[in-house]
Structures are given as structure tokens and as C-alpha cells.
């Protein structure tokens, strides 16, 4: 198959690139709208009790959380009358605005002691808008030059979940341009050192560019007929950038070896497609079907990644084998052409023999002494993961972003300055409540529990127990019909604090059936929605896996092998995770960031899904290798040994590459992406260093004979439709040796 596309993209190589420059600029073109239409959230299980509960308010109340959380200050204090006449009008100027419901302030409630900081000098204005994220986002972006500011003779801030939302979509579009800035400039120097010309060193930042742009474009579409979140941004434009240098590293490395093998230009590109070809598109197989894994949990956050990552390695394998061999065509033997580093070899003869390079003396080395050697590297990894076992993880709220923050410094000081939280407030719907007496009496128990500040619904408002202010006008939007719904106001604490509130209120015996929902009660079903589904998840792209490693290999071990040294090499990254992010160390050389004590609930899912995929693909190169160089000697240790060496320099080189382009999420002003800049890496370079050049092949020596065996019928399904490189396969063995060496 490979080989026939090559031989159309050298037929027309020209077309192929002016298609793809025009592909490039339709999705470069919807590159400055696409953030308009993505969604800031994606945290939350539609599907769960809160998720239903978010549903009912907004769609037989009409009603949803307090969202919008407007800050007064003045020197002169709340309770002055012409900062009472401000606040006043600005909670009706806010109530007679489009899409704003449930406007309530501390000066049209009575002066609430709740509404009132304790210092006296601010109040709040709490307000919900209704509406998906987007019109969420759209309507906060007009209300915010109208309200924010000084006004009046009192400065207002505005927060709230709404201006979370929206800060999230403003730092993320600024953190992906600025990653890319960085990226690719020095991915280019990363480059010139590796090919040590600058016209080699650019092919793959083209396919890059192609991959990044047409992926963005791609994003917009799905964002036009479907709800996609804003993560899956970064992940476009960082992982797109990574894998495609990847994938044209290796493509272009195998074509300079065949010019220097002597083959003219066609001959080059044919053979290169249909060897390095083969195991960038099982490449990006293997990435693809790692990232879908996480498409099986309900959060929008987790499935758009799985989106982004699916159409990144799908593209970035395309373009590499679309779009770079038709550039190789047209450049020919003068890709060698400015070079600034070094001199280019005349011939193979004057290279080093194979038997010198300096993976076939590690792998020979680790092959003498594998017990030992595999022991260590194991040891040294599980240590490096230890902390990982004291993980806590949590939602994501207002400290995951920077201190200037408009959302996070309102947050602060509600939480500091406040004796109530009340945007923090839970509801529990009731669709068919029946009595109000009913009612009456499961709010009164509620307002019992520990923990609890106060409690609101259509029968009155209840503390500690009993009844503290009859039923009013202000209450009559807690009913509908026979449903109902109850505002619970927890006292302010930690997280922690309201999520064992949750818990409590859903234990409680009620008379009616309930649904519990608020940011506590979101946190706590999104998280038991990424334990329950993990499992599943896990086991589906394991047998997937398993399944087409054996298609590249033929062996029945290797498979298995392969899946446990995957997973081995991220025990690095997710020590370093609780290490940094959780427990605080080295937060300062990091760019600064809140510790929280915690870790993001989505954040481990995120970066297996994605580190597992790249070490599979890494696995991958390095397995469809030593394969080739097996079929060739018939030997099992000289294969390991020999296909390192062959492969092991480039393979070194596009995970320092990949590594130097993942340390470009650490520009993030938002706290969990950071933590992809330093997993990413990490992740990768264990896997090009202990599980590459020791746990593999001590674990393939000890395996012996058996790291190649395969009952009969399955050697037959091999035969028939596995995959490898047979570009120089076909070729007499010594001739293939030689085409390969460099």
C-alpha cells in the first residue's frame, strides 16, 4: 500500500503540495475564531446525579448555581448611604439584563450579615447566567466593560465560576501561541544539531506547520457541530508539533541512508516509505489508540482530548507520508545542501562499524548481565514513582490559575473575608417534592448537619435545625409545580469540607427523591466517574494493543513486554507529579504556581493516556527494527543489538526533540497544564534511557528463544496480515546491511 502511494506522491508531487498548502491556510484561516467556539469547562459527568440535578434547575426552574460573584468595595463601607444607592442600583441595573436570573445583593436582601465582608468595607452581588458555556462566556464578555471598574463611587470586581470559565479560554489561546513561539525556534536549532544542515532541519517543522494548522482547522469543524473543549487546543498544537517532528525524523534519516547506500532519488523515497513509512503509520496506530482511551469517560475535557490527540497522530502520520516525501522528490540529493555542522560522509566505508556504535556496546554490555541490570533500572524506577502512592486528587478551581486572576482574587477573598459560602452553594432538586410540609421538614433536618450555614427553599429559610425566616417573595423560585429545590449554604472551608457535606446530604433520609448538585457534588461524581471507568478503559486499549504489536512483531511475549515497559516508564512522571504539583517542591524554578495540596482530578488520566502513547510509539520504532535486523541475522541478541544501534541515535534525537518541545507547556499560566511540561518530558526520557537501553534488552535476553514465539495459527495470521519493515527485506542481505548503516 505504502509503496503505491509513494509512487503516486512522486507521479505528483507538486499537486500533493499545493493541496496541502491549501489545507494549511483553510485551517489556519479558522485558527482566530476557534477559541469562540470552544468550551472553557468539560470537568463534569453530565450523566450523574449532579449533572441531572444541573439539568432539572435549568430546565424546569430556569434557575442554575450562581455563576457570577460581583465584588463591592468602598473606604466608606457597604452599610454608607451613597454606597448603599450604588450597590442598590447596580443590583437592578444587573437584574434588568438578558439572560441574567437570580440577582441578589446585600443591600436588597435585608443587609444580610453573609452578603457583608467582615471588615464592612465590601458586599457581594450574586447573579447566575443561564445558558450553555458559550452563551455563558458571550455574555459575561459583554456585561464586563459595563460593570467592572470603578462605578459609582465603588470599585467592582467581577468573579465567579463565569469569569473561571472565561480566563481559562483567554490564558489557554495565550499559552498555545506562546508555547508555539518558543517551540518551534528552538526545535529548529534541536534540529540543525541533529541533521546538522538547514535544509534537513526544516522538512520536519513543515510537516509540523501542515499537522498543527490542519489539526486546528479540523478542531473548528467538530467545534461547529459538536461541543469541544478548550484542553484539546494544547493538545493540537504541542503534541501535533512533537509527533510530527517525530515521525519526520525518522523518514527523513532513513532517506539520507539510502542516498548514502548509493540509490538514486525514487528508489530512495520507495524504499524509505516502504520501511519507515510503515512504522510512522503503525506509529501513529499505536498513539491514536492510546489518547482514544480516554474518549470512554464521560467528561467533555478528557473526550475532547481524545479527539485532538487522534487527529493529531492521524495527521501528523499523513502528512508525513504525503507531504514530506513529495518535498524529498523535489529536493532530491540536495538535502545535504547548507550544511553548517560537520561535513557530509562521503560513503558508508567511512563510517564506524556497526559492532563500535555506542548502543551495540549497551545493549551487548546489559545482554551479558541482564538480571542485575534490569533490577536496578526497575528499583530506580519504582523509587522515582514512590510518591506517587500519597496522591490526592481534587477539581480544578480559581488557584489553578495565575495570582493576577481576576476570578481567583475574588475567590480569595470570599473565602478569607466572608462568613458564608455562598457561591459555593448546593442544590438539591426535588422533581416531584408533593407538600410543602415536606419540604419544610427535610430542610429542617438539613440545616442541621455539620457544616451546614443555612438553608433556602419555597417554605422559608432554616439554621441549625429550625425555621429562621418565614417564606417570601424571595423564595418562591425554590418551587414549580410539584418540583422543588433546596439551597444549601455551606460554611466556608475546604474542599474537603464540602465534599463530605455532599456525601452527608446524600445520606440523609429524604421523602422524596432528590438530586444533589453544586461544585462539591460536581467534583465528587466527575472523580468517581474517572475510577469507575478506568478499568474499562485501560483493558480496551490494552487488547488493542496487544493486538497490533503483534501484527508488527509476530511474537506472542513481545506484546505483553512491550505494554510493561510502556507503563513502567511513567512511573517517573507521575512520582514527579505528587512531588511537584501536590507536595510543592521546586515551584519557584517552575514559573510559581499555588500549591494546593492536591493534584486535578483529570490530570494522571490526561498524561497516561498521552505518555503511554508515546512511549508505545518509541516501543514501536524500536521493535519494527530489531524485527527487521531478526529476519536478517536469525539471531536474537544480535538483533537487539544491532537494531538499537541502527535506530538508537534517531530515536535519542526525537525524544530529546519531543522533550524540548513538551517543556513548552511549562509557559502555562495554568497550573495543571504545567504539569504535562514536566511529565511529558520526563516520561519519554525515562523510555529513551533505562527501559530502551536496559530494561528491553536484558529483558529480551532472558527471554531467550522464546521473545519470538507464536503457536502455528497465529505465525499463519502473521504471514498473512502483519506488518513490518520490509523495505530492505526484500533486498540480498548483505546490500540491505549496508543501506541501513549511517
Known sequence: MLGRLAGLVLRRSRAVLVVALLLMLVGGAAGPTLFGKLSSGGFDDPGSDSGKAATALREVFGQGQPNVAMLVETPRGVDDASAARAGAALGGRLSDEPGVVNVTSYWASGRAPRLRSEDGRKALVLATIVGNENDVNERLDTLLPRYEGAKDGVDV??????????????????????????????????????????????????????????????????????????????????????????????????????????RPTDQAIRITMDSAGRTVLFSALTVAVAVAGLAAFPLLSLRSMAYAGIIVALLSAAASLTVLPALLALIGPRIDRGRILGRRRASAAREKAVEDGFWHRLASFVMRRPVPIATAAVAVLLLLGAPFLGIKIAAPDERVMPESSVSRQVATTLRSEFPSGEQNAL???????????????????????????????????????????????????????????????????????????????????????TLVGGSAAVNIDATDALVDRLPYALAAVSAIMVVLLFLLTGSVLLPFLALALSALSLTASFGALVWIFQDGHLSGLLGGFTVTGTITSTVPVMLFAVSFGLAMDYQVFLLARIREEYEHTGSGTAAVALGLERIGRI????????????????????????????????????????????????????????????PGPLRRVHARFGLRESGAAALPKAEALAGTRG
Open 427 to 513: 442544590q438539591v432538586v426535588a422533581p416531584s417534592a408533593q407538600a410543602s410540609r415536606q419540604v419544610a421538614a427535610y430542610a429542617t433536618t438539613l440545616s442541621g448537619l455539620p457544616g451546614v450555614a443555612r438553608v433556602d427553599t419555597i417554605t422559608g429559610s432554616y439554621a441549625s435545625g429550625r425555621q429562621a425566616v418565614a417564606a417570601g417573595p424571595q423564595h418562591t423560585r425554590f418551587g414549580k409545580g410539584e418540583a422543588a429545590y433546596l439551597s444549601v449554604v455551606p460554611v466556608p472551608g475546604e474542599a474537603e469540607d464540602a465534599e463530605r457535606l455532599v456525601r452527608d446530604i446524600r445520606d440523609t433520609p429524604a421523602p422524596f427523591d
Open 157 to 262: 470586581q467581577v468573579g465567579g465560576f463565569a469569569r473561571l470559565q472565561l480566563e481559562l479560554n483567554e490564558q489557554s489561546a495565550k499559552d498555545a501561541k506562546t508555547g508555539e513561539m518558543i517551540a518551534f525556534p528552538i526545535a529548529l536549532v534541536a534540529l540543525v544539531l541533529v541533521f546538522g544542515g538547514v535544509v534537513a532541519a526544516s522538512l520536519p517543522l513543515v510537516v509540523a506547520m501542515i499537522t498543527t494548522l490542519l489539526g486546528l482547522g479540523l478542531l473548528w469543524l467538530l467545534a461547529s457541530v459538536g461541543t469541544v473543549a478548550v484542553t484539546s487546543v494544547n493538545v493540537v498544537t504541542i503534541l501535533g508539533l512533537g509527533l510530527a517532528i517525530d515521525y519526520s525524523l525518522l523518514i527523513v534519516n532513513r532517506y539520507r541512508d539510502e542516498l548514502r547506500a548509493g
Open 651 to 710: 530515536v535519542t534525537a526525537a525524544a530529546i526533540l519531543i522533550s524540548i518541545v513538551f517543556l513548552a507547556f511549562l509557559v502555562s499560566g495554568i497550573t495543571f497544564m504545567k504539569a504535562f511540561g514536566v511529565g511529558l518530558p520526563l516520561a519519554v526520557l525515562m523510555d529513551a534511557t533505562l527501559v530502551r537501553g536496559a530494561l528491553l534488552p536484558a529483558a529480551m535476553r532472558l527471554a531467550g528463544r522464546a521473545t519470538w514465539w507464536a
